[in-house]
């Protein structure tokens, strides 16, 4: 069993900073890429940024000079930190990791989502 937990949305004002952490627990191996993900309101949810085991990131063009993806290995955690916030990065965030587990099995695993508000 494993689960991603994920934390640190909020309320914040045009141009103000979040930093959202996901830890894995469970019956883990190894973490392959962990991923963010958002879905506002009446949209399909959509990549934000990803890192691989290695550290290798990507971004989606409207984040990117603004959101850094980071992860530490040693703690089974992901974080986003997000700066220069604007109303329409509002949404709620999801954290993803593909994970091997003790049992040898790869999966994809979702966190409970962590609702962001951009607003004055």
């Known amino acids: 069993q494993v689960q991603l937990v994920e934390s640190g949305g909020g309320l914040v004002q045009p141009g103000g900073s979040l930093r959202l952490s996901c830890v894995a627990s469970g019956s883990i191996f190894s973490i392959n890429d962990m991923g963010w993900y958002r879905q506002a309101p009446g949209k399909e949810r959509a990549v934000v940024a990803i890192?691989?085991?290695?550290?290798?990131?990507n971004y989606e063009d409207s984040v990117k000079g603004r959101f850094t993806i980071s992860r530490d290995n040693a703690k089974n955690a992901g974080y986003l930190q997000m700066n220069s916030l604007k109303p329409e990065d509002t949404a709620v965030y999801y954290c993803?990791?593909?994970?091997?587990?003790?049992?040898?099995?790869?999966?994809?695993?979702w966190g409970q989502g962590t609702q962001v508000t951009v607003s004055s």
């Open positions: 890192i691989s085991s290695g550290g290798v990131t």
């Open positions: 993803a990791a593909n994970i091997r587990t003790t049992t040898g099995g790869v999966y994809r695993y």
